[in-house]
C-alpha cells in the first residue's frame, strides 16, 4: 500500500477536550494555522463562506483501537455490524475525520467555528471552504440506523 507524510496545517484549539459521541453542535473552537508556514493572507476571503469543511487527525485513538472489519456503532447490539467504512467512528484506519462546521470568523491565522467534532490540540490537515457545487447530487439515501445515531450528535446541549 501507497504510505503518505501529511504535515498538519495547524491545530485546534479550545472546545471540547474529551471526544465524547453526542451535543457537538454549540462546540465552539479555533483552527490555528502554523504562523511557520503560513501568513495570514492564507485565510482571506474564507469569512465569505458560511460553512468550512475541516480534515483532521484523530491522534489519540490508538493502534488497538483501530477497526478493520465490522462492529455494532456505538456498540449498540440492535443496531446492524457493519464495516468501519460504513460507519464514521474515529477508530478508522486512516485516523481522518471530516466535520462540516459554522465558520463564525477570521482572525490573521485563527478562524473560529461552531460545530466542529475535534477535541482541542487536534492536528488539523486542511479547510476546505463548503460550496453547492461540491454537494452531493441526487438523493441522499440512509439506513434507519445511520439517522438515529445523528439524532443527538448535532444536539445544542453542551452541558
Same mark, same amino acid.
Given at each position: 500500500?501507497?504510505?503518505?507524510?501529511?504535515?498538519?496545517? *495547524?491545530?485546534?484549539?479550545?472546545?471540547?477536550?474529551?471526544?465524547?459521541?453526542?451535543?457537538?453542535? %454549540?462546540?465552539?473552537?479555533?483552527?490555528?494555522?502554523?504562523? %511557520?508556514?503560513?501568513?495570514?493572507?492564507?485565510?482571506?476571503?474564507? &469569512?465569505?463562506?458560511? =460553512?468550512?469543511?475541516?480534515?483532521?487527525?484523530?491522534?489519540?485513538?490508538?493502534?488497538?483501537?483501530?477497526?478493520?472489519?465490522?462492529? =455494532?456503532?456505538? *456498540?449498540?447490539?440492535?443496531?446492524?455490524?457493519?464495516?468501519?467504512? %460504513?460507519?464514521?467512528?474515529?477508530?478508522?484506519?486512516?485516523?481522518?475525520?471530516?466535520?462540516?462546521?459554522?465558520?463564525?470568523?477570521?482572525?490573521?491565522?485563527?478562524?473560529?467555528?461552531? *460545530?466542529?467534532? %475535534?477535541? &482541542? *490540540?487536534?492536528?488539523?490537515? &486542511?479547510?476546505?471552504?463548503?460550496?453547492?457545487?461540491?454537494?452531493?447530487?441526487? &438523493?441522499?439515501?440512509?439506513?434507519?440506523?445511520?439517522?438515529?445515531?445523528?439524532?443527538?450528535?448535532?444536539?445544542?446541549?453542551?452541558?
Amino acid at each position: 500500500m501507497d504510505v503518505f507524510e501529511i504535515e498538519a496545517v *495547524g491545530r485546534v484549539i479550545g472546545g471540547r477536550t474529551e471526544p465524547e459521541d453526542d451535543d457537538w453542535g %454549540a462546540s465552539r473552537a479555533s483552527i490555528e494555522l502554523d504562523p %511557520a508556514r503560513f501568513g495570514p493572507e492564507a485565510l482571506i476571503g474564507l &469569512d465569505q463562506f458560511s =460553512h468550512a469543511e475541516i480534515v483532521f487527525v484523530f491522534d489519540r485513538v490508538g493502534g488497538e483501537e483501530i477497526t478493520l472489519d465490522a462492529r =455494532h456503532p456505538r *456498540g449498540r447490539r440492535d443496531w446492524p455490524r457493519v464495516g468501519i467504512f %460504513a460507519q464514521r467512528g474515529k477508530n478508522r484506519p486512516g485516523r481522518i475525520g471530516v466535520s462540516v462546521c459554522r465558520i463564525l470568523g477570521v482572525d490573521g491565522l485563527s478562524l473560529s467555528v461552531e *460545530g466542529l467534532d %475535534a477535541i &482541542d *490540540g487536534t492536528p488539523v490537515l &486542511d479547510i476546505k471552504p463548503v460550496m453547492s457545487g461540491f454537494q452531493p447530487r441526487g &438523493d441522499i439515501v440512509e439506513p434507519d440506523w445511520a439517522r438515529e445515531i445523528m439524532t443527538t450528535y448535532w444536539s445544542l446541549d453542551v452541558t
